[in-house]
């Protein structure tokens, strides 16, 4: 995650600049006055500034009799920003649109001289020390691909950010869709698509849910909401959104695929400080010169890790469902494989299968995987130990897996040997969890640990577990946030069983770039729950659901009681998780497939 900063015309108006000057000139005539606001938004948290150069184009300084000095002044709006970054922050070159109206009259301007335009911004910006090119709030799809084609073809070095503005049901004002305009902008070279500006957050969160597939695709977002819709007040605009507001709201955006947060009109260094705090949003550390290419290597970092075939062909208008089976300790395996079909008919979007956990001998998942896939066409997301094999079986297994049609993997190190129920068994431990997701990540590049090609590259949504202690949350929370950086992008969490401890963790999480899927078991007995809370380490069940579960002498009454108490969890916890994780106890797997249901149900009305 990147933080932007916010508006740069609206603030310096609210500190004083005198409405109607040319901002673009300032870079010329006041230097101190551009530098400054662009020292406090990096005070307040940004990590990417953007240059005072939004409407600094021929045909704008037309207006200001200025039309003569566009490389210039872009060239001075780079330099003031890259002054105040330092070797901290990014420089982004911003360019809006012509102000010429498209489609145009090609007697009065050409195609050619519009193109001339933006290609006069570009080089200003280029050579003034810009890291990446913003070209943002334009309305019109062409005009922006045509800026795109300029900005590719004359400054290649330069990684490109696109965004435009779409008012209301994420449409722009000529009725181009949202996820439409994302595509063509990236194919027509963008690294980074969104929105900025428009008529408020809420058209924002609208705009980018559709385009959130894209995310899905690898390809990272951006927003960049106004203060909200603006209203004259004593003759003055103000933008009413508070900071805190658009810090939840810009939450929303992140579980849709953003990665390049900040503020357009109406927003302040307060507003960039309270997505910081809000959103829990690293320093990002640039290395070497600032305008080689190693140094835009981190804006880019969100899209080099692919998504994966899983987690891309979610059904992004439902909540996710992963609902876990075992593979049987014996050679019968179709008692699993109807479990699966009537999971897949109930609507789960994959089955999770362990590796003999606990060490215990089961049927192998990978081939359990297989046989779910061809019978009934969905994921299967299989649990990878470094307990078993080593480094070569590993990758060899893995090679094996993507043959197989299989595009999830959960990368965990593995329960002990030491409860095995077979004779002789040791832990082979080669690779732990963060080893397999750094294989899983190079096999997916297409090349294995030695560096060698494999020749095609495999297509694996690389898991993590996640064990939440909401008493010490820091631990765990540092090894989610390193395993994310090594490649893993989504993760699933051990048995929960609290509102509060669901909601307090995605909240402690929001700052990473993963899906993450709350671990749900059902209980059936007091027993059950009594035995998880004292025996299963990292596993608390709360003390009134176990009193509750106790005050009932048959085991029937505590079930019907803790399938109660389940049904209720998942329904409040919904609106605020990225998906569930459905854990069948004692493999009983049609407990699971009535919660599957009546979720798809309630989706459905």
Known sequence: MVLADGALGSYLFERGVERGRNLDLLNLQARETIFSAHEEYIRAGSQLIETNTFGANRFKLTEAGAEDQVREINRAGAEIAAKAAGHQVYVAGSIGPSGITFPFDEDEITLDEVREGFREQVRGLAEGGADVLIIETFSNLDEILLAIEVARDEAPELPIISQMVFPARARTVRGDDALTCGRMMREAGAVVVGTNCGRGID???????????????????????????????????????????????????????????????????????????????????????????????????????????????????????????????????????????????????????????????????????????????????????????????????????????????????????????????????????????????????????????????????????????????????????????????????????????????????????????????????????????????GISVPEELRKRLAAYDEVGDQRKVALEYTGQLIEDIRPFIHGLYLISPLNKWDIVVDFVRRVRQEEAT
């Open 203 to 537: 058209a924002m969160v609208t705009a980018v849910h559709q385009m959130s597939s894209l995310a899905g695709e690898g390809t990272a977002l951006s927003a960049f909401p106004n203060a909200g819709m603006p209203e004259m007040v004593g003759g003055r605009t103000i933008y009413p959104a508070q900071p805190g507001y658009m810090a939840a709201r810009a939450r929303e955006m992140i579980k849709f695929g953003v990665h390049l947060i900040g503020g357009c009109c109406g927003t302040t260094p307060a507003h960039v400080q309270e997505f910081r705090s809000a959103l829990r949003i690293k320093p990002v550390r640039i290395r070497g010169e600032r305008i080689a290419v190693s140094s835009r290597e981190d804006v880019q970092a969100e899209v080099k890790f692919k998504t994966g075939g899983f987690l891309a062909g979610l059904n992004r208008e439902r909540l996710p469902i992963i609902a876990e089976l075992d593979p049987p300790t014996h050679l019968d395996v179709e008692p699993v494989l109807k479990g699966a079909e009537a999971l897949a008919a109930a609507g789960v979007d994959a089955v999770s299968l362990g590796e003999n956990p606990l060490a215990i001998l089961r049927t192998g998942n990978l081939g359990m995987a297989s046989l779910i896939r061809r019978r009934t066409g969905i994921q299967a997301i299989i649990h990878q130990t470094g307990r078993d094999l080593n480094a070569l079986g590993l990758q060899s297994r893995m090679m094996e897996a993507h043959l197989l049609g299989i595009e999830a993997v959960l990368a965990v190190s593995g329960d002990s040997a030491s409860g095995t129920d077979q004779p002789g068994v040791s832990g082979v431990f080669d690779l732990r969890s963060e080893g397999l997701i750094r294989m899983l990540a190079g096999l997916n590049r297409g090349v294995n640990m030695a560096g060698r090609s494999t020749r095609q590259e495999t297509s694996f949504s690389i898991g993590a577990a996640f064990s939440f202690r909401p008493s010490n949350p820091g631990l765990q929370i540092g090894r989610l946030e390193k395993k994310a950086g090594l490649g893993a992008r989504f993760a699933m969490t051990q048995p929960l069983f609290s509102v509060e401890v669901v909601e307090q963790m995605m909240e402690q999480v929001s700052h990473i770039d993963m899906l993450i899927f709350p671990g749900i078991f059902p209980l059936i007995s007091s027993r059950n729950a009594e035995f998880l809370h004292n025996e299963v380490p």
